[in-house]
């Protein structure tokens, strides 16, 4: 079976891109030659039409995209929501997404979902569960999946790994890919009292396929990660640091919310992919926009649809065809 580190060389290096959000889109189309590529959430597009489709394909006529999802809750209890898979595979396979993530954590709990991300224990019988999930989420959506590093602001019990412990178990025993949130370990690290560096030391780097960078606020004791702030010098720091050390395939500027003049978040995305080219070869390389097609998508091998368990009675092996 091909393993990720492999899979991570033949997907395409896509740049510096920006979350697709509804109150920019506009300001970002206008700027189509100035962004190299675009994040969105497949919530917001499963099964709708309208003036959200129309966005989206709008974006896929200009620009590469990035599928980031927020409802899989790989690390639930329950079983995976079969008609979530087949909604997002059908929408990966119309817009020729290149890889698919989601968070570490779970946000449903006996099919009510909490709109939050919730922490797991750092555990090895999390480990074993989230491993389990992730191999088969994988093999439903036949394309290369990545997992994301929370922010969290509790300890949850019955842990007795590290999180950056926890985190490499789970990467290596999924044989999956990493979305590196370098914000959120730059705010567990305030948080939680650990040397974000030392933390980066300890996770499997190699796997970064894609980075997300994003700001954060100072709310009393916390620091919460909000994505409606400039980025922190430190986090900018950890960003040279991680480049550095390991080759990424795309790094995005998160920001949801408290949305300033849009010249201010491009001049942001400029010393990105300044940054990136100081530090990283892959982008000093990177003269122009990433061309995806359907020969740069890399499915999973050896897929076996029978031992999938999901929720719903829809055939998974359907899926294929």
């Known amino acids: 079976m091909t393993c990720f580190i492999d899979i991570k060389?033949?997907?395409?290096?896509?740049?510096?891109?920006?979350g697709l959000r509804r109150?920019?889109?506009q300001d970002?189309?206008?700027n189509d030659g100035k962004i190299d590529w675009l994040e969105f959430t497949p919530e917001n597009y499963m099964g709708l039409g309208g003036m959200a489709r129309e966005r989206l394909e709008h974006a896929h006529s200009c620009f590469p995209l990035l599928s980031?999802?927020?409802?899989?809750?790989?690390?639930?209890?329950?079983?995976l929501n079969e008609d979530y898979l087949y909604s997002l595979k059908v929408l990966l396979d119309k817009f020729e997404i290149p890889?698919?993530?989601?968070?570490l954590c779970f946000t449903s709990y006996e099919g009510i979902y909490m709109h939050d991300l919730l922490p797991l224990p750092f555990s090895k019988e999390a480990v074993n569960h989230v491993v389990k999930r992730i191999k088969q989420a994988q093999n439903f959506i036949e394309r290369p999946f990545l997992i994301e590093n929370i922010s969290y602001y509790m300890q949850m019990p019955m842990s007795s790994l590290t999180e950056a412990q926890f985190l490499s178990e789970v990467l290596e025993g999924a044989d999956c890919g990493l979305l590196l949130d370098i914000n959120n370990v730059y705010v567990n690290s305030i948080n939680h009292s650990f040397d974000p560096y030392k933390f980066l030391d300890q996770i499997p780097l190699e796997r970064t396929a894609q980075i997300h960078i994003a700001g954060h606020k100072k709310i009393d004791d916390y620091v919460i990660d909000t994505h409606g702030a400039a980025v922190s010098e430190p986090v900018f720091d950890l960003l040279r640091y991680v480049l550095q050390k390991t080759t990424v395939n795309a790094v995005l500027l998160e920001r949801d919310q408290n949305f300033p003049e849009f010249e201010e978040l491009m001049n942001e995305l400029n010393a990105i992919q300044m940054i990136c080219q100081a530090n990283n070869?892959?982008?000093a390389n990177l003269k122009e926009k990433a061309n995806v097609s359907k020969s740069n998508i890399a499915k999973v091998p050896e897929k076996d649809f029978s031992s999938i368990n999901v929720k719903g009675g829809r055939d998974v092996r359907a899926l294929s065809a």
């Open 9 to 18: 060389k033949k997907l395409p290096l896509l740049g510096v891109g920006i």
């Open 23 to 25: 109150e920019i889109a």
């Open 28 to 30: 970002i189309f206008a």
């Open 68 to 79: 980031h999802g927020i409802n899989l809750s790989i690390g639930a209890t329950d079983d």
């Open 99 to 103: 890889w698919w993530s989601d968070h």
């Open 281 to 283: 070869k892959n982008f």
